[in-house]
């Protein structure tokens, strides 16, 4: 089970930062990835990690803005959202996977969690 938090509103240049909390054990052996879904739009890809957190993979949308770590100790994996835009604002969603951290593919993560949402006023 995965839980996602750390949503709210913040004006445009502002700072989030995204936990997801897993109880699936060995929360090491999971990829993890980050998407969101938009209003009106199809879920997308942001980011993902590798199971030791040493690879990272952004979507361009993100890159250079967002990044992704996770601490497997304690079963969290982390989005640091800087200098969002009002184009940022969605729902956000961790999910895990057992396959590659660059899958941007949803159907490949098989584990979600719940959404959390995510407003960037202008």
């Known amino acids: 089970q995965l839980q996602a938090f750390g949503g709210g509103l913040v004006q445009a240049g502002g700072s989030l930062r995204l936990s997801c909390t897993a109880s699936?054990?060995?929360?090491?052996?999971?990829?993890m990835g980050w998407f969101r879904q938009a209003p009106g739009k199809e879920r997308e890809f942001a980011s993902g990690?590798?199971?030791?957190?040493?690879?990272?993979y952004y979507a361009d949308s993100v890159k250079g803005r967002f990044t992704i770590s996770r601490d497997n100790a304690l079963n969290t994996v982390y989005l640091q959202m800087n200098s969002l835009k009002p184009e940022d604002t969605a729902v956000y969603f961790c999910?895990?996977?057992?396959?590659?951290?660059?899958?941007?593919?949803?159907?490949?993560?098989?584990?979600w969690g719940q959404g959390t949402q995510v407003t960037v006023s202008s």
């Open positions: 990690i590798s199971r030791s957190g040493g690879n990272t």
């Open positions: 699936e054990r060995p929360f090491g052996s999971y990829v």
């Open positions: 999910a895990a996977n057992r396959g590659s951290y660059y899958d941007t593919r949803i159907s490949s993560y098989p584990y």
